[in-house]
């Protein structure tokens, strides 16, 4: 249910997103508010966590919810009134507060509930529904736009918009109907601990603890902040500027249809028993690794070959008909699996560090914090006009650096069973 949850809200807000620009050619005001949401998402979600464990993640989710349906309809506001980027930019503030709380009570809700054994399927199951979300907005586009007359205009319909915006509303609700944490047992017997009655004060206190007795978090902290930053560059600077409106459609779709693949695979990999946890964790990192430099490379060879000014002096844009479309599409399809693996490792392994909710929701609330931070640096560097290969290049050091960060933390931290020990008092 909580895959559902993400499913009509981030979900679809990633599909539009995936288009470049939010479906618009001039990602200005789309960098801007992606700006500001991320910015906001990034101060909110640091003490996330603590709303979380007074809240209850089930109204935690649920105000989570709120912000993704006004981000939609904002740029829906747009494409019927071109003069209300102000708007646009303020739902976008918003919506980073909404997906704050969203993310943190996901993140709790994810790596509390399974057996330590289960923790890389949950993952994997969850990410699949959440970006099932990208595919069926993806669908819901490539639809509108595939046998568009005028291809060569890049601002999605209102159709397109309107769609995506039934569906999220749709999906406010639904965390409402979750189960209580109080009543959860897991599959071995075990119950889920939650938070006794805590207070605004010892929450905060408790978010100060977590870090003090757990300090190897830091050194994730590379990896949190590279984890989306590459949105940019794949978004705006490859799909939203060297394909039309058909060929980012299916681009799109291909995307979040190769992050179900990869979320699930990694899963069954991080949750191989024959294995144990120590070894799992640095097959993930190989993993990892290897996908960053080959997807790197190759994106390499497709960046040195435009730049802002080449894109500005040309009209036409690559179809799916066009020679050469092939191999491009292929390379954001390894993106997408790139992201999915990313992101299902680095839960994974903040999921090694505790089973405690409370605990997990201060390392998810880190987790996005820093998340969100990177990638309002990166829409703010896209929206002064950095060039491409620049936002590339940066992309790319970042992975390279979250991944040599992790590597010792790893080594030092990840045991092959969790003990009490490190579960927050």
């Known amino acids: 249910m909580v895959g559902i949850v993400c499913f009509t809200c981030p979900g679809l807000y990633n599909a539009l997103l995936g288009l470049g620009g939010a479906g618009r050619i001039d990602p200005a005001i789309n960098d801007d508010a992606n700006a500001a949401l991320y910015a906001s998402y990034a101060f909110f979600a640091f003490f996330a966590g603590s709303v979380n464990n007074v809240l209850g993640p089930r109204l935690t989710l ?29 739902a976008g503030a918003y919506e980073g507060l909404c997906a704050a709380l969203l993310w943190t009570a996901e993140g709790c809700f994810m790596l509390a509930y399974p057996t330590e054994s289960q923790k890389g399927m949950f993952i994997g199951v969850f990410w699949s529904i959440f970006n099932m979300g990208g595919v069926v907005g993806a669908c819901v586009s490539l639809g509108q736009n595939f046998n568009s007359e ?15 915006l039934v569906i999220n509303i749709l999906g406010v609700c639904l965390p409402l109907f979750l189960a209580d944490p109080n009543k959860m047992i897991r599959t071995d017997g075990s119950r889920v601990k939650t938070p006794r009655q805590p207070t605004w004060k010892s929450e905060f206190r408790g978010l100060w603890i977590a870090l003090k007795t757990d300090p190897l978090v830091i050194m994730l902290f590379p990896m949190f902040f590279a984890s989306i930053w590459y ?32 979320s699930l695979i990694v899963g069954l990999i991080l949750d191989c028993t024959r ?13 990892l690794l290897f996908l960053v430099f080959f997807v790197h490379g190759w994106a390499y060879v497709y960046q040195r070959g435009y730049t ?10 690559m179809d799916v008909y066009d020679h050469g479309y092939t191999g491009r599409i292929l390379l954001y399809t390894l993106c997408g699996v790139l992201d999915s693996v990313w992101q299902t490792t680095t839960y994974w392994i903040l999921g090694t560090m505790s089973n405690d909710p409370a605990k997990l929701a201060y390392f998810t609330g880190f987790y996005k914090s ?28 970042l992975l390279v650096a979250g991944l040599i960060f992790t590597l010792p933390m790893i080594h030092m931290r990840v045991n092959n069973h969790t003990d009490d020990t490190d579960e927050l008092e």
Request: net charge positive; hydrophobic share 45%.
């Open 275 to 287: 294995l144990t946890r120590r070894h799992r964790a640095f097959i993930g990192w190989t993993i």
């Open 62 to 90: 649920f105000l989570g919810t709120t912000g993704y349906a006004l981000g939609l309809g904002s740029y829906l506001a747009m494409n019927i009134h071109p003069n209300v980027g102000g708007f646009v930019i303020a």
């Open 370 to 397: 820093i998340q969100a931070a990177g990638c309002a640096g990166a829409f703010a560097a896209d929206a002064v006009k950095l060039p491409y290969m620049n936002i590339f290049a940066s992309t790319w050091a």
């Open 231 to 262: 949105y940019t560059w794949q978004f705006n600077d490859y799909n939203g500027t060297l394909f039309n409106i058909r060929a980012r459609s299916l681009n799109n779709l291909v995307y979040w249809l190769a992050q179900i693949f990869g």
């Open 150 to 164: 005028n291809l060569t205009t890049p601002i999605v319909g209102n159709g397109t918009y309107i769609g995506l």
């Open 308 to 317: 802002r000014e080449s894109i500005a002096l040309t009209t036409n844009r």
